[in-house]
């Protein structure tokens, strides 16, 4: 069964930093993954999806790159800023329905 | 294009009770999934449709939680009884039925179980 692990749990960082949230996964037979964010009280929103194919994807100040050989991934997020003070969380999808797999989440707290 | 929608936002009910959730998903998405997130974890899926029929639900408490789908568009995600450890928010995502595509979740029902 596919496991999928966040570190760290929680972060906080001064607004301007660079930093880089990472996520790591035991079956490397994966689809594609995807990074969402998630707000208190709200559902998820999706930052970036990646296929296996590829290995990375950017989005404004976001970057997340995919490394299947060693079970990684990372989203670098550039000069952050108070609003991205949330909750993220990666998912795999393995080669099945998109079933996903999540991890438990890096909570960010960005301070003005 | 519209979300996924969900309701009710909230429902705070006691145990033993009975609790019902409806989620609409993306017009043209075969997919559709439940999802439980407790406090501090990650989601947690109960169970996938596709179109009408149930893909997986090996982690769906089938002694109190039930699920439909009606004509593959809207579903019901439905507790009796509810106990205290079933708050939580109840998720539901759907997508397209091709490998390769993300999800889309709605905004969530924050249960509580009193």
């Known amino acids: 069964k596919q496991e999928v692990t966040q570190i760290p749990a929680a972060l906080s960082v001064p607004e301007g930093e660079n930093l880089v949230l990472n996520c790591s996964f035991t079956?490397?037979?994966?689809?594609?993954l995807q990074w969402f964010r998630q707000d208190p009280g709200k559902g998820l929103t999706s930052l970036l999806l990646?296929?296996?194919?590829?290995r990375e994807q950017t989005s404004g100040r976001l970057n997340a790159s995919l490394d299947k050989s060693s079970g990684r991934s990372t989203l670098y997020i550039a000069a952050s800023q108070p609003g991205d003070s949330a909750t993220y969380l990666c998912a795999v999808g393995p080669y099945n329905f998109n079933k996903f797999y999540f991890g438990s989440g890096t909570k960010l707290n960005v301070k003005p | 294009e519209a979300g996924v929608a969900q309701s009710p936002r909230y429902k705070i009910i006691e145990k033993r009770q009975s609790v019902a959730f409806w989620c609409n998903p993306i017009?043209?998405?075969?997919?559709l999934y439940w999802y439980q997130q407790i406090l501090g974890q990650g989601p947690k899926l109960l169970i996938q449709f596709q179109n009408n029929g149930v893909v997986d639900d090996s982690q769906l408490p089938k002694d109190r939680f039930s699920a439909e789908r009606l004509k593959g568009v809207d579903s019901t995600l439905k507790i009796q009884p509810a106990k205290l450890e079933d708050s939580a928010v109840y998720l539901c995502?759907?997508?397209?039925?091709?490998?390769?595509?993300?999800?889309?979740f709605g905004s969530g029902t924050r249960l509580t179980v009193v």
């Open positions: 079956d490397s037979a994966i689809y594609n």
């Open positions: 017009s043209g998405h075969a997919t």
């Open positions: 990646i296929q296996s194919s590829q």
């Open positions: 995502a759907s997508s397209l039925a091709r490998l390769g595509y993300g999800y889309t």
